[in-house]
Structures are given as structure tokens and as C-alpha cells.
């Protein structure tokens, strides 16, 4: 295994080999990745047009962090006392959460599949779908309870979206244990207005069935609740929602961003990447970074992007969305930006704590990025 470590550097270079595929049709070849595991975990050597980057980088860190591929730990849940802890904690999000994942079990239920909704640790929280495949489920450990975060499950599309911020489908001998090879998932991490990943969503099945729309349906279910957060104000904000398509706005597509004067203090995933921008833009960029001009008209905003676009907007009036109805958000009973925060800001002075002050360990261990910890430290000087 000695040999992967010093082969990873590798892996940027060889890039181009998987950018090459058609992205879209793609879909495992059980002997093509039989034969990327041997060459991985027989050989030592990395299989690099054999198998996706992602899933690659994930195998890799696992083997870094003493995983054996052949030797699954027995993953039992916690005890129910401390699952109900965890859940009530949590109870915010899971109320968030439940529209959606009430829909998407529907969905499972036909596709012999479950959903699952886990914290922003990869503890899984709730479990629901097709009630013959949530028996094998709870034999895989796929119930409450129980974490998958690489550390502890492996490679698999929760631990590995939280691990990589980004959604990924984990299809059979992808996984990075054996056992774990007649599974099909598909995740996508949960990102609050602050770039903190709070939670995933994940569709799980038989990978001898599979589910090619998984990912995709995952996707929008993540795109709904992350809109959610933004339905309530934000206390002496502006909430601007834009869109090169004028049909997208009031749409979960739509894209966000929230000022507090000119500084961009939080977004959603689809107004920075409308503005070409990242996480590590909140409270480093103004509007005139973002916007090259802004015109009226009616109630819509004309703005020209810097990044050489057109956009539509409006903003938020009185701190309140126009265009989601009243009805439509959830009965919280606090508003959901806030109290996540609040959340977000104790697991983070855990994770600087526990890491001696180091912030770059400490935003490895949460999935974040380190202007996120660095922002919440500021906040708490300058409190």
C-alpha cells in the first residue's frame, strides 16, 4: 500500500483520462471494477482510468486511515437512549427534512429502495422506504443510529458526499468493503446558508437492481430543503434571488444571495455558482465584486454579472420571499437559519477544540471549508 501514497500524485495528472468518458452514460461494469480492485488493493497501484476520481480518492483515504477492505468492524447502532439524544438534537433538521423524505420513500418503495437522512457526521437519523428492503437494510446497517462516515463504513455515497461536498452515486464494488458491494447509493450533502454541511440525503438499494434517476431525485429533494432555510428573513440582511432564466425565479433553482450592507455574508450553491464564486467568497466579497450593474424594472432587477452574464432578480421584501407561499413553510416554530447556526457553532468550537486550535484539522474533520471557521472565530471576538 505504500505505493498508493506516493502514487496520489498521480491523480491530477491522470485527470484527463476520466474527463475524457461520457460523464452521463456511464455506468459500473462489475468486471472492469472487480478488476480496479485488484489492482488497487492487490497491487497497490492506482486504476486510474478504471475508476471514477471521487471514488478513487475516496478508496485512497480509507487505506490512509487504516481500513482494510475485507475486514468490515461490526456496525452496530448506539444505544437508544443516545439515538434519541441525537435525533432530538437534531430534531430541527429531521422536521426540515420531512417533506422530502416522505416524498423520495414513496419513490423507494417502488424501486425496492430506502431513504435515509443523516447529520452532518454521516449518523444516520432516519431510515424509511420499501419494508422488504429495509430488512436487508438494517442487516447492512443502514438504520438509525449508525454512522457512515468513511472513517467508520468505508467508501459509500454518504460518507463520500459529506467527505467530498459534492453528490456522488456509489454503485456495487465502488464501495470501498467488499460486503458493502450489493449496495446501489446515491447522496448529496445538505449546505446550509453558510456553506456548513448540516446533513445528506440518501437513496439506497440493491445494486442488482440499481436506480439510475436516484441521484437525480436526491438532488432536487436537496435543492428544495436547502431553499427552505432561506424562506425566513435574516435579521438586517438583504436577500437577493436571481437567475439567467426570469421562469427559475421563486423555483428552488433559483439562486440566492444574502447581503448584510454590501458584504455577501451567505448563499445558496446555485447563486455562487451563478456568480462564479465559492463557499470562501462569504464575507470576503461586496456586491460590486458580484454585480457590474443593476437596473429597475417593475419589480424585477436587470443585472449584468461580472462574470460577463445576464441575470433576472428581485429582493426579499421585508426579509420575507414573495414568491413561496405563507403556507408553505414548515411549522419550525424558530427560524431554521438561525437555530442551525447555533448548532453549527458548537459542533465547530468542538472540532477547533478537540484539534488543539488547528483550524485546517478541524475543517477536514467537519467537511468544511476554513473560512468557515474562520468566520465564526471573528464572530466570537467580536462578541
Known amino acids: ?101 416522505e416524498l423520495l420513500a414513496a419513490e423507494a418503495r417502488e424501486s425496492d429502495s430506502v431513504v435515509v437522512l443523516t447529520d452532518g457526521d454521516g449518523m444516520i437519523l432516519d431510515a424509511i422506504g420499501d419494508a422488504a428492503f429495509s430488512t436487508h437494510a438494517a442487516r447492512m446497517a443502514l ?16 460518507g463520500t458526499a459529506l467527505a467530498e461536498r459534492k453528490p456522488i452515486a456509489v454503485h456495487g464494488g ?47 429533494a436537496v435543492d428544495q430543503i ?21 421562469a427559475m425565479l421563486g423555483t428552488s433553482r433559483e439562486g440566492i444571495l444574502v447581503f448584510r450592507d454590501t458584504r455577501l455574508v451567505a448563499a445558496n450553491r446555485r447563486g455562487l455558482s451563478l456568480v462564479g464564486r465559492h463557499w470562501d467568497a462569504l464575507d470576503e466579497c461586496a456586491i460590486d465584486d458580484l454585480l457590474e450593474e443593476r437596473r429597475s424594472h417593475g419589480a424585477d432587477l ?39 447556526a447555533d448548532r453549527e457553532a458548537e459542533l465547530i468550537d468542538a472540532a477547533v477544540l478537540a484539534c488543539d486550535g488547528n483550524v485546517s484539522q478541524a475543517a477536514r474533520q467537519l467537511g468544511i471549508h476554513r473560512s468557515t471557521i474562520h468566520r465564526h472565530l471573528r464572530r466570537r471576538q467580536a462578541n
Open 302 to 340: 436587470l443585472m449584468r454579472l461580472r462574470v460577463g452574464t445576464s441575470a433576472v432578480g428581485r429582493w426579499d421584501v421585508a426579509g420575507r420571499t414573495a414568491h413561496a407561499p405563507v403556507a408553505s413553510e414548515t411549522a419550525l416554530g424558530t427560524q431554521p437559519a438561525a437555530a442551525l
Open 1 to 101: 500500500m505504500a505505493q498508493i501514497a506516493t502514487a496520489t500524485r498521480d491523480l491530477s495528472q491522470d485527470a484527463t483520462l476520466v474527463q475524457t468518458r461520457s460523464r452521463g452514460r456511464r455506468l459500473v461494469d462489475s468486471a472492469n471494477i472487480e478488476s480496479a480492485r485488484s489492482t488497487f488493493f492487490g497491487e497497490g497501484r492506482l486504476p486510474v482510468a478504471a475508476v471514477r476520481q471521487p471514488v478513487l480518492r475516496s478508496w485512497i483515504r480509507c487505506t490512509e486511515l487504516g481500513l482494510v477492505q475485507r475486514s468490515l468492524s461490526d456496525l452496530g447502532p448506539v444505544p437508544d437512549s443516545e439515538l434519541r439524544a441525537l435525533q432530538q438534537r437534531n430534531d430541527l433538521l429531521r422536521r426540515l427534512c420531512r417533506p422530502e423524505l
Open 143 to 158: 438504520r438509525p443510529g449508525v454512522s457512515w462516515k468513511e472513517a467508520n463504513t468505508g467508501t459509500n455515497a454518504i
Open 174 to 220: 465502488e464501495h470501498f468493503f467488499a460486503d458493502h458491494g450489493l449496495l446501489s447509493c446515491a447522496a448529496v450533502p445538505i449546505m446550509d446558508p453558510g456553506g456548513v454541511v448540516v446533513g445528506a440525503l440518501d437513496m439506497s438499494g440493491p445494486s442488482s437492481v440499481g436506480n439510475g434517476h436516484a441521484l437525480g431525485l436526491v438532488r432536487m
Open 226 to 246: 436547502e431553499h427552505r432555510l432561506f424562506q425566513r428573513g435574516f435579521d438586517g440582511c438583504r436577500v437577493l434571488r436571481f437567475h439567467d432564466d426570469p
